[in-house]
């Protein structure tokens, strides 16, 4: 799967990208049972929620289980992302967080690259964030909250949340996001089962809690060059991947094996 010019421009002018039937209803019915494998699994790498003690984020699944380590190689995240970055990829983090129904908790807001560099001692602000919708996202379990064009403010000033939920997050002032959505708004990333999203690294996002009675899982792959690895090495490899080698991609057919 390639993106067009617009599209291109879209990536680079909004900071994310929504690409709906990405992956078909097939596809989506194996991650969702390869999903029940590692949730189930007894490992550090399954965090928990604060309240409800369900898991909130399963991290390290390209480590874990073979069919996401295909699903994080997927030509419809492969060779967008090299689009837009070039071919030399190494696979920085993958995870599913489920912010489960009634009891899935708030992602703050916050870009990734605060806690890219904060933590692990990157660069520059050229990972992907890839995601797949293993559920329907709607308005109302707890979508993505976007603002459009944040990502081109530069690094806005963060700080290190470890509070508010079980995952420790650099999180942005309230000013700088009253200011920011004050000149771009806010969006919620939408769409049925299936649909993919990219956005950038610095680009200012997060989730309310979901008080609905539908699950929201969604499949994340972080993609960064391998000219812009980690420096520092904190934390573990399920947060960030050691493995700085360029990935290549997995057959079209791969999930459906
Ligand atoms: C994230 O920002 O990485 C997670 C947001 C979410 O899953 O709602
Ligand atoms: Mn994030």
């Known amino acids: 799967?390639?993106?067009?010019?617009?599209?291109?421009?879209?990536?680079?002018?909004?900071?994310?990208?929504?690409?709906?039937?990405?992956?078909?209803?097939?596809?989506?019915?194996?991650?969702?049972?390869?999903?029940?494998?590692?949730?189930?699994?007894?490992?550090?790498?399954?965090?928990?929620?604060?309240?409800?003690?369900?898991v909130r984020t399963a991290m390290g699944l390209h480590l874990r289980s073979s069919f996401f380590s295909d699903l994080t190689r997927h030509p419809n995240f492969f060779e967008p992302a090299c689009q837009i970055r070039g071919n030399s990829l190494y696979i920085q983090q993958t995870k599913i967080n489920v912010k489960a129904a009634f009891t899935g908790e708030v992602w703050q807001w916050?870009?990734?690259?605060?806690?890219?560099?904060?933590?692990?001692?990157?660069?520059?602000?050229?990972?992907?964030n890839l995601h797949v919708f293993i559920d329907d996202v709607t308005e109302f379990n707890g979508p993505l909250f976007f603002i459009p064009k944040s990502h081109k403010y530069g690094s806005a000033p963060s700080k290190l949340d470890t509070i508010t939920t079980n995952y420790p997050l650099w999180v942005v002032n309230q000013q700088t996001v009253r200011d920011l959505v004050k000149e771009n708004g806010i969006v919620s990333a939408r769409g049925r089962a299936g649909t993919a999203?990219?956005?950038?690294?610095?680009?200012?996002?997060?989730?309310?809690?979901?008080m609905s009675p539908m699950d929201r899982a969604i499949f994340s792959a972080i993609l960064n060059p391998c000219d812009n690895a980690q420096t520092k090495f904190a934390r573990p490899d399920y947060k960030h991947g050691r493995n700085f080698k360029p990935i290549k991609p997995s057959s079209v057919n791969s999930l459906l094996n």
């Open 110 to 128: 916050h870009y990734d690259f605060a806690t890219h560099s904060g933590e692990d001692g990157v660069p520059k602000p050229l990972a992907l």
């Open 1 to 54: 799967m390639r993106l067009n010019e617009t599209q291109l421009k879209e990536i680079e002018e909004l900071g994310y990208i929504i690409l709906p039937n990405c992956f078909s209803k097939k596809e989506v019915n194996k991650i969702r049972e390869e999903m029940k494998t590692v949730f189930d699994e007894k490992t550090e790498a399954n965090i928990i929620e604060k309240s409800s003690g369900v």
């Open 197 to 210: 999203l990219i956005f950038v690294d610095n680009l200012v996002h997060g989730s309310a809690q979901n």
